[in-house]
């Protein structure tokens, strides 16, 4: 099993391009999860998933989309990049119920500079 | 509003010795906590976790302590060892007992460094 990865590991974009980050998890874990980790922040819920289908808004949606076309897919796109959204990404992924509850298994990140 | 809240950046202790990490959280809706550990350049990985109706919870070194009444919780490492240096998150869950439709989101403190010398 690969657990939860992440492509790519790596984006330098400028100001105003767009990008998607894919998530891919092979658990067949019903919830996914993006977050953006900043200094000093911890890690803060953009928006999340709950079933193919399905996104839903977290703490810090704004400038992104989401996408879950396929159960096992968690899809994180950019429209028009701005240097506030220089960070470290994290997709997770989590059963829907189980012990222990709400464990949720992260991906290796994806650091983004956006000059 | 900072939610969850860990208010030391870092922790720096000799090998051996205990490491005592804390968290404390304002929104008493949370009914779930867990600790998270983070290692450079990779994800954060699940540590331990404890629901509600427990004030403790062990796991081999790692012990955790919830103190309802005071919304404060605490990891304790016995005996730190050096490759326990990582970054630490305490993160929180509502719904467990309540149900509803939290779906399992997480709020996640700032983290502690830290930091086990040999």
């Known amino acids: 099993n690969a657990g939860v990865t992440q492509t790519p590991k790596f984006r330098v974009l400028k100001t105003g391009q767009s990008m998607t980050l894919l998530c891919a998890q092979d658990m067949n874990h019903e919830y996914m999860y993006w977050y953006r980790q900043d200094p000093g922040m911890g890690l803060r819920l953009i928006h999340y998933?709950?079933?193919?289908?399905?996104?839903a808004k977290g703490e810090v949606p704004d400038g992104y989309n989401v996408s879950r076309l396929k159960k096992q897919n968690f899809l994180l796109g950019l429209e028009s990049a701005a240097p506030s959204q220089t960070s470290v990404y994290f997709c997770?992924?989590?059963?829907?119920?189980?012990?222990?509850?709400?464990?949720?298994?992260f991906g290796p990140g994806t650091r983004l500079t956006v000059l | 509003d900072q939610q969850v809240k860990q208010n030391s950046p870092s922790l720096s202790v000799q090998e051996g010795r205990i490491s005592i990490l804390n968290c404390d959280y304002t929104n008493s809706m949370f009914d779930y906590f867990l600790w998270y550990k983070k290692y450079p350049a990779e994800g954060p990985t699940f540590l331990i976790s404890?629901?509600?109706?427990?004030d403790k919870n062990e796991d081999g070194r790692f012990t955790v302590f919830l103190n309802k009444s005071a919304k404060h919780l605490s990891l304790h490492i016995v005996p730190s060892q050096p490759g326990d240096s990582a970054v630490y998150f305490c993160?929180?869950?509502?719904?467990?007992?309540?149900?509803?439709?939290?779906?399992?989101?997480?709020?996640f403190g700032q983290g502690t460094i830290l930091t086990v010398h040999p």
């Open positions: 998933s709950v079933g193919e289908g399905t996104t």
């Open positions: 993160a929180a869950s509502e719904g467990l007992y309540a149900g509803g439709t939290s779906y399992g989101k997480l709020t």
């Open positions: 997770a992924s989590s059963y829907s119920t189980g012990d222990p509850y709400n464990e949720q298994f």
């Open positions: 404890i629901s509600s109706i427990k």
